[in-house]
C-alpha cells in the first residue's frame, strides 16, 4: 500500500547514489572543506545572486533550525513565528533547550504578517521584564502549505529592517515552494529578503541534508563554532556537498518538486470535484482536508494517509506527495478517494 | 504622591527589623544551616502540618521560580500554565532560559483548569516530536488577583496525580491569597494538594525573601546543588530563615496580608459604587479596571496607580494595596477616583 | 599524495553503498520505526547478547555524545573523563553547552582508572558547592589509540556501580579497539560492563552512522525525546538500519577494523625498526610519534600525515590508517618514513 | 566558640541598619530605578573616575559572577582562570549550567598571568573543534588570599586588549585585596585595567549585595535582561543601593576592610613566629596553613576555623578573619595556636 503521509518515505534520487558511488573511494579532508562543497557553495551563490553568502551543510532539519538559532541570538532573545510553525510544534522544544523563546501567533494559513510582528513587539515592549524579539521565522512553503509571495516576503524584510529583527526561512519544502503555481519567489529572492534561510534536501531528492544560507554577514562570525558544538559539524562533509551541486547543477531539485506539485495538484483537482472540505487552499506537495469518521475509516483501507487528529466525528487528514511519488500511485489515491466520498 | 503600583514600594515590617538588629553580631554558620533557619521551617512545617516538607530560603521570586521549575523537569519535559502567568509574560524567559517551554492556556480569571490541562495532554500525545508536559504551574492569588478555592486546588491536584504531573503554585502573594473573602485554603490545604509551592516574603512584610516548599519526596534529592548552581544560595541564609520566623511566629504574615485586602476592598467597594469597569472580580489586594483615557490622565493627576496599557480610549489600570498601605492614603486614593469617574 | 590524517577520509565500504542503492525506493516510515532500523537493532543485541538493550542510530560523534549525555544527567551533575578524552578537547564545549562540567584526569595513555574516579569524588564531596559526578567517559579505543582490557572494563564497572556513577564508553573507534592485538574485549563485554556505549560507523565502513546502545534501564525512558530535541533524529533513519545491518551481519565490521590496524602495525614495525620516538605503545590505527622539524617538513614533501603541534624543534605527529587504507598507499608511507627518518 | 571560618558569620555593619531602619516606610520604584540606587551609582562613578560605568546591584557572589558570563560570551566562548578559582571549584558548575566551559591554569599563587593566556590560546586555536576562549576571570584579592599589583593588572590588561578578550575581575574580597598592605590598586585602576568586575559587599560590611560594574561599553546593551532572566533583578532594590551608598559614601568600606586585614596580620605574624608552615604568602584576611592532625585535633577543641582536607597527617587549615573580627577573639585564636603549635 503506497504511503502518502510524507516526503521522505524513500531515498534519493538515483543521480545523487549514482555520484556518492562514483567518488566514494576518494580521499578528501573533512567538515566541508573539500572540493565537493566548494562546488556546491560556488552553484549556489550563483544561482542566489549572492556571492557573499556563507552556506554551511547540515544534516536534518531541527538540526539546522536550532543551530540557525542558537548563533542569531543573544540568551535575552526570542524567535516570532506562526502558532503552526515547526519549532514551536514538532521540534521537541528545541529552541527553549537552546534557551529562547518562541512567540507565536495564530495564523489559518500559517503565515507571519507585518502587523502580527508589530503586535507582538509591542506587547514586548516592558524592558526588561519580557524576552527581545530578535528573529522572525517563517517557512517557504509554511507547514500547511501555503506559500510567501515576493510582495508578502519583500513585506516582512522590511518590517524587520525597520525594527532589527533578523528574518528567517525555513526551507525544508523550498522546493515545492518556488515551484508552485502562483509563487512569484526565486532563490536569488530568498538570499534578496531573508536575512538567513535553509534549503531542505531531505523531502526534495537527497538522502539527507539542508544548505543553511547566511547572507547578513552579522550572521556569519564564528558560525562554524556552533555547528560543531551542537553537534551538526559532519566528518564526511563532503557526502553533502555532493548532493546539492547534484541537485543545484542542472535544475534537478526544481523538477523533482515540480513533480510532487503535480501530482499533489491532480489529487487536489480530483478532491475539489469530489466537494471536499479542504482546511487550508495550499497549492503545494501537502493537501489538507477534513473527513468523516466513516469517510476516514474506509480511505484507510485502500491507501495511507496522514490522519493528524480525530475529534468526535470530524478526522483531520493530510495528503503528502513527493519527488518520488509514482503517477500510478496517484491514480490509485484518487480513485480511492472517489469510492470514499463519493 | 502615594504609590499603588505594586506591594513591594516599602522595606518590611519593623519586627523584621528590629530581629535582624538583635541578632546582627551573632556569628551563625552559612547556607541555611543556622538556627534561625531551622526555627523557620519548623514553624512552617508545623503550620503546614507537613513534617517531610524540604524548605528552602531564597531570595526572589524570578529566582525561586526558575529554580524549582530546573530541578523539577528533564529537558524534554514543559510546564503548563495559564497564558497570563508571571512565567510566561514577566520573568523575560527564565524558565525557556532553563531549557523548558512553557505551554499556557489563556483563560479570563488567570487559572488553569483540569480541562485545559486534559487538552494540553491530548495535543501532545505525538512523542517523540513534542515535549512532555511534567509541572502545572498556578499562581495563589493569581496574576488577576483571583483565588484558588480548595476545591479547585483538589481537583487540579487529582487530574495530575492521574497523569503523573506535578503540581507548583507560586505563592508570590500567598498572603493575600490565604486570607481573602472567600477563601478557604489554608497553608496545609497548600501542602496537600500541591507537589511545591512558595510562599512569598518580598510583597507580604519581609524586606526580601520567598520560602519554596518541596512537598514531594520525588523534589527532594540533590535540590540543594540546584539552588547553588543557579546563584540562590544565599552565603547568610540566616537572614531568611529570621525573617520567615518572625513572620510566621504568630501571624504577623496573614495580619500583614488581611490588612492589604481590606484596603483593596474599600477601594473595590468605591470602585463598584461609581459604577467603574472591573478587568476581573478580584477579592484580593490587586484591582484591575477599564478606564477611558480622560479618565485615566485626570487620575495620573491625583495618585499614581499602574497603568498597563492604553489603546484607543481604552486604559488598563492596576490598583494595588499592601501590607504597607496607610488608611489615609487609600482615603486619598477613594477620593481622586470618585473626583475622576464621577 | 595519500592522506593518512583520519579515518573518514573516504565514502563507504561499496556492500554499504549497494544496499542503499537495492532498497533506494521502498518506502518505510520515518525516524527509525523502519524494518531495517529493526534488523539492525535484532542484530546487534544477538551479537551483544543483551535483548534488553535500547538502540538508536545517530550521524555523528559529537551528537551522539552530548545526547548522551545529555539524557544521563541532572543539571548539577558532571562527567568524569581522561584529559585527552574528546569532550574535554574536540567537541567545542558541546558537553558545557549542555549545562554540564567535564571533570579530567591526566593520563599518558588516554585512559581512566579507578583509582582516578575514586579522587574526583573525595575532591567534589564539599555539596551543594561543587558538581556531582554522575557518568564516567571512556573511549575505546582511547584518543591516543590504546585500549582497555576486560579486566580494566570490569574494574570501572565494579568502582561505577560502588558509586552510583554510570560508565559510558565512547566508541567512535570501538571497530579498531576490539579487533587490536591483545585486546580480550567482546562488543558482549561492552554491554556487560558499560551502562550506555557507542559504536562508531563513520570511521569504520559507515557512510556515517553511531549505533547508541542504553543498556542499563535507567537511560531507556524518553530517550528518544532527548534524541529529537538535540537534531538527532534522522528522518530517513532506515538510512542508518541499512548500514548498521550490513556491518554486522557478517562481521563485515570487524573485518574492516582488522584491515586498518594490520596496515597500522605495518607502519608501527617500520618506525620501530627506524628506532622512532613514539608518544604512546598504541595497538591500534592511530600511531603518535615525535619527529624533529626537519623530518616533519621532509615527510610532508612525500605523505600527508595529521601534525598536531609543532614547539621549539619537536613536532608531534599523528599517522591513522583506516578500513580504507590501500596496502600500496601503507608501503609508500613507510617508504617514505625510511627516507626521513634514517 | 568564636568562628574563623569566613567572613560571612555576622549581620552587617550597624550603620547599614541604621540606613535600612530610616528610610524603611519610605516608598521607591523597584528594580534599582529608585534614588538610593543613583546616589550609589554616582558615588561610585566618582570613586572610580569613570563615568561611563553601569553599575548593576546584585544579592549574591554565584549569581554575579554566572551573570557576568551569560551577558559577556556567545555559546562557544569560554572563560579562562586560575585552577582555584570560585566558578571552577565552588559554585557547582554555574558557568557551564549556563552552557560555557572554564578553562583553568594550575598556579600557586591562585593567579592567572600573562604567559598562562598566550598558552591556552595556542593551545585552543584549533576552530572550530574547540572552544575559543573570550573571557579572562582573575579574583582580587584570589582563591588564596593574594593580591594583583598595578602592574600585573596592567600587563593582564594589555594581553587581553591583544587578543580580543574581555577582563573579569572576581572583586567578592576586593576590600581585603585594595587595602592589603603591598596593594598598590585603587578602585579606580580596577575600573581602567578590567572590562568589568564587581565589589562585594556580603564579605566586607554589608547585609547582602555585590555591585557589578561594566566598564566596557560592549558588555552594557541589554544587560538588564539578563539579570532579570538570570533571577537576579532585585525587587526592591533600593535595599542594595542603600547599603552600598553608605558603604561607599565616607570610606566605610575600606575602613571594614583594613580591620580584617590587621586581625589577620597580627595572626599571620604570630604563625610566622610559631614557625607555621603556610600554604602561600598571604597579605590578607584569609591565612593559609598546614598541620599535624595532631595539631589540627588540638586546636579545634579551643576555636573554629576551617579545615579544607585531611591526608595522611596533614590537614589544610583556612584561618579567615572579617570586618566584624573582635580583637578579643583573635587574641583568643592567637592563644590558642600558640598552645597548639608549640
Known amino acids: 500500500m503506497t504511503l502518502f503521509i510524507n516526503d521522505y518515505s524513500e531515498g534519493c534520487h538515483e543521480r545523487i547514489l549514482e555520484a556518492l558511488t562514483r567518488t566514494n573511494r576518494e580521499q578528501t579532508t573533512g567538515y566541508g572543506t573539500d572540493p565537493y562543497c566548494e562546488e556546491a557553495r560556488a552553484i549556489l551563490r550563483r544561482e542566489m545572486n549572492c556571492p557573499g553568502a556563507d552556506i554551511r551543510f ?14 542569531a541570538m543573544r540568551p535575552h532573545e526570542a524567535v516570532i513565528g506562526a502558532a503552526s510553525c515547526h519549532i514551536f ?36 515592549d516592558m524592558a526588561p521584564h519580557m524576552v527581545k524579539p530578535r528573529v522572525v521565522f517563517i517557512s517557504q512553503s509554511t507547514e500547511v502549505g501555503t506559500i510567501y509571495t515576493r510582495e508578502e516576503l519583500q513585506a516582512l524584510h522590511e518590517v524587520c529592517r525597520a525594527h532589527d529583527l533578523l528574518l528567517y526561512a525555513d526551507g525544508a519544502r523550498l522546493g515545492v515552494g518556488l515551484t508552485a503555481k502562483g509563487c512569484d519567489v526565486t532563490l536569488a529572492d530568498m538570499a534578496k529578503y531573508c536575512d538567513f534561510f535553509c534549503i531542505g534536501g531531505t523531502k526534495n531528492g537527497a538522502l539527507f541534508g539542508e544548505a543553511l544560507v547566511l547572507v547578513n554577514p552579522v ?53 475539489t470535484a469530489l466537494g471536499a472540505r479542504f482546511q487550508v487552499d495550499s497549492p503545494t506537495n501537502q493537501q489538507f482536508i477534513y473527513l468523516t469518521a466513516a ?8 491507501v495511507t494517509v496522514d490522519e493528524q487528529w480525530r475529534r468526535d466525528n470530524t478526522v483531520a487528514v493530510r495528503i503528502c506527495t513527493g519527488w518520488a511519488t509514482r503517477p500510478e500511485a496517484t491514480d490509485a489515491l484518487i480513485a480511492a478517494l472517489q469510492q470514499t466520498l463519493q
Chains 1, 2, 3, 4 share one sequence.
Open 219 to 271: 550572521l556569519q562570525p564564528d558560525f562554524l563554532y556552533i555547528v560543531k558544538q551542537r553537534g551538526g559539524l559532519f566528518a564526511k562533509g563532503r557526502l553533502l556537498g555532493i548532493q546539492f551541486a547534484e541537485l543545484f547543477r542542472d535544475g534537478l531539485y526544481y523538477e523533482l518538486a515540480r513533480h510532487a506539485n503535480e501530482e499533489a495538484m491532480r489529487i487536489k483537482a480530483a478532491l
Open 58 to 71: 547540515l544534516s536534518g532539519g531541527t538540526q539546522t533550525n536550532l543551530i540557525a538559532m542558537t548563533a
Open 295 to 302: 469517510q476516514a475509516d474506509a480511505l484507510r483501507q485502500r
Open 89 to 124: 510544534t514538532h521540534e521537541t522544544g528545541a529552541i527553549e533547550a537552546t534557551g529562547h523563546k518562541v512567540l507565536v501567533i495564530p495564523d489559518d494559513e500559517g503565515k507571519v504578517r507585518p502587523a502580527g510582528i508589530l503586535a507582538m513587539l509591542e506587547e514586548h
